[in-house]
C-alpha cells in the first residue's frame, strides 16, 4: 500500500492517521505535540523529526493543521514542502482555513504539477474515531477522484463541493449552522429546566419533533442529556470553542466580501466571543455554550 505522510495530530487527526493505519496505508506522521506523536506511533504511524522526513517518498499527503497560517507555513515558501514533493503526488488538506488560503495552496501546487484538493471534514471527533467523516472537496475531479480511496478509509461521504476552495465554503456555511443551532439548542433547553423539565425527556420529546438537530440528537450539550458527547465528561474532548470562534470569523469574513446577511450567524458569534472570553473556556468543547445560559447553584427561583 503507499506511503502516506500526515500532518497534525490532534483530536481530529490523530484518528484519522490511525484509520488510515487500519487500512493498510503506511503513515509517517508529524506533529510539533511530542505527545501527539508518541500516540500515534502506539496507533501504528512512523513518527518523524520533520515535516521533510515524513514525507519522502510519500504517494499522497494528508494535513490536519489548525489555522491558514499554520497551512501556508507548510506547503509555502522556499522551504515549504511543495518544492520537495514528486511530481503527481496528490496533497489532501483537510483543515478548515479561508477558501482565498485554499486556492493559494491549490495554485503553488499545481504549478508543481502536483494534484491538490482541499478536503475539511464534519462529523466530530466522534466520527474521526469511527471513520464516518463527512469531506467537503475542492478542486479539479480528477484530483478528487485520486484522493477518493484515502479518504474511504477516514470518512463514509465524500462530496466534491467545486473547484479550489469549495470545500472550504461548503465547510464554513456548515459550521455557521452548527453554531446556530447549538446556541439554539442550549437556549431550548435551559429554558425547559428552568421551568421544572428533565433535560432527558425534553430532548427525547424535542427529538421525536420538528425542534429535533443534529446538536440535539447527537451531540446533546446539556450535561447528563446523552452518553459519550463532551458534555458528559466536563465538556472536555472534541471541537473546541476556540476553533468554533475561528471557523465563526471566517464565516464573517467570508460574507463581507459577498455583501452576505448573516444576522443569526454574526449573534452565534457574539455569543461564543462572550463565552470563550477566558482562557479555560476557549479550551472546552464548543457545546459548553450551554453554561451561558445555565444559572448558578441558588440562582433564580420561582
Avoid at 157 to 164: N, Q
Wanted: with cysteine.
Amino acid at each position: 500500500m503507499e506511503k502516506i505522510a500526515f500532518f497534525g495530530l490532534g483530536n481530529m487527526g490523530g484518528p484519522m492517521a490511525a484509520n488510515l493505519v487500519k487500512a493498510g496505508y503506511s503513515v509517517a506522521a508529524f506533529d510539533l505535540n511530542p505527545t501527539a506523536l508518541v500516540q500515534a506511533q502506539k496507533d501504528g504511524c512512523t513518527p518523524c523529526e520533520s515535516p521533510l522526513q515524513a514525507a519522502e517518498g510519500a504517494a499522497i499527503v494528508v494535513s490536519m493543521l489548525p489555522s491558514g497560517a499554520a497551512v501556508k507555513s507548510l506547503y509555502l515558501g522556499e522551504e515549504g514542502l511543495l518544492n520537495h514533493l514528486a511530481e503527481n503526488t496528490l496533497v489532501i488538506d483537510c483543515s478548515t482555513i479561508s477558501a482565498e488560503d485554499a486556492r493559494l495552496v491549490n495554485e503553488a501546487a499545481s504549478e508543481r504539477g502536483l494534484l491538490a484538493i482541499d478536503a475539511p471534514v464534519s462529523g466530530g471527533t466522534a466520527a474521526a474515531q469511527a471513520g464516518s467523516l463527512c469531506f467537503m472537496c475542492g478542486g479539479e475531479e480528477a484530483a478528487v477522484d485520486a484522493a477518493r480511496e484515502p479518504l474511504q478509509a477516514m470518512g463514509a461521504k465524500i462530496f466534491h463541493a467545486g473547484s479550489a476552495g469549495a470545500g472550504q465554503v461548503a465547510k464554513i456555511c456548515n459550521n455557521l449552522l452548527l453554531a446556530i443551532h447549538m446556541t439554539g439548542t442550549a437556549e431550548a433547553l435551559q429554558l425547559g429546566v428552568d421551568k421544572g423539565l428533565d433535560p432527558k425527556v425534553l430532548s427525547e420529546i424535542m427529538m421525536q419533533s420538528s425542534g429535533n438537530n443534529w446538536s440535539l440528537s447527537n451531540y446533546n450539550p446539556y450535561p447528563g442529556a446523552m452518553e459519550n458527547v463532551p458534555a458528559a465528561n466536563g465538556y472536555s474532548g472534541g471541537f473546541t470553542v476556540a476553533l468554533m470562534l475561528k471557523d465563526l470569523g471566517l464565516a464573517m469574513d467570508a460574507a463581507a466580501t459577498s455583501a452576505s446577511s448573516t444576522p443569526m450567524g454574526a449573534l452565534a458569534k457574539n455569543l461564543y466571543q462572550l463565552h470563550g472570553a477566558s482562557d479555560e473556556n476557549q479550551k472546552l468543547d464548543f457545546s459548553s455554550i450551554q453554561n451561558m445560559f445555565r444559572r448558578p447553584a441558588g440562582g433564580l427561583t420561582w
